[in-house]
């Protein structure tokens, strides 16, 4: 691929995935890349985001003027860019509402980003993820683009799990309204990794309570069951409600009863 070819075909890219994309290795491959990215800058092609990541400019746009899909630029803003919690979210298709604040997984010391009034944000995975980083992960298209988010299973414990870094657990239970099918095996694998009784309750929840349009196995509503926390734990942190106790979890008033 000739340069202008691949700048013609990246709205948004990084410099590693530019490098990439030429082949280019060897000593001379740093001073090659730079020169290609200096000459389209000076000549208002482009525009650094934050060191190693650009946008492409049309003629007479400013960065402000570049219509950009942020989920494309939260991808590129570290090379392991995970998109994450809500923004997996709306890359998989089912987040109910568009958030001005993106989250991304990353094991890099990636900085937040403000860029045309959103906010990107860099989350470290817990540390017991470290072994299997590049585990369910699912890679979509976007723009013409690949991004990586986590997969739906991964992404359904995640926000249960951190449903502050979702918009909260309407927004999550709104979401979550919209999945028609779990591959409950993976699910399963994904929660052994990152059990703890908060979150198994949660889960255990949610899943029963969709039990009936998901087919939630009996098995794996047992299993989590035996791992519910000793005490009572909230749906959402501090909102007071009933408790169901089968998972030991206080849930709003206004929550809806399980399928089961």
């Known amino acids: 691929m000739k340069p202008a070819e691949f700048l013609h075909t990246h709205a948004i890219f990084s410099r590693e995935e530019f490098a990439a994309a030429m082949g280019l290795r060897g000593p001379s491959a740093p001073a090659t890349l730079t020169k290609h990215l200096q000459n389209w800058r000076r000549d208002g092609r482009l525009h650094a985001v934050r060191r190693g990541v650009y ?11 570049v219509s950009v899909d942020p989920l494309v630029l939260a991808s590129r803003l570290a090379a392991d860019a995970t998109l994450a919690y809500h923004t997996a979210l709306e890359a998989l298709g089912y987040a109910q509402s568009a958030f001005e604040r993106l989250h991304f997984l990353t094991w890099s010391k990636s ?30 298209e976007r723009s013409g683009l690949t991004v990586r988010a986590t997969s739906l299973e991964r992404t359904l414990v995640d926000v249960l799990d951190r449903p502050d870094l979702a918009g909260g657990m309407e927004e999550v239970w709104r979401s979550l309204g919209a999945v028609e099918a779990v591959d409950f095996a993976v699910l399963a694998q994904y929660e052994e990794l990152v059990s703890r009784p908060v979150l198994t309750a949660r889960l255990g929840f949610v899943l029963e309570s969709h039990a009936r349009r998901w087919l939630t196995p009996s098995q794996l509503l047992a299993a989590l069951e035996a791992k519910r926390p000793a005490g009572p734990v909230y749906l959402e942190r501090r909102q007071p409600g009933r408790l169901v106790r089968r998972w030991n979890l206080i849930v709003p008033p206004d929550m809806p009863p399980s399928e089961q």
């Open 111 to 140: 900085r937040p980003l403000r860029f045309q009034g959103r906010d990107y944000v860099p989350v470290r995975p817990r540390a017991r993820l470290r072994r299997v980083k590049d585990s369910f992960v699912v890679q979509l």
């Open 55 to 65: 946008v492409r400019l049309a003629s007479g746009q400013g960065p402000s003027d």
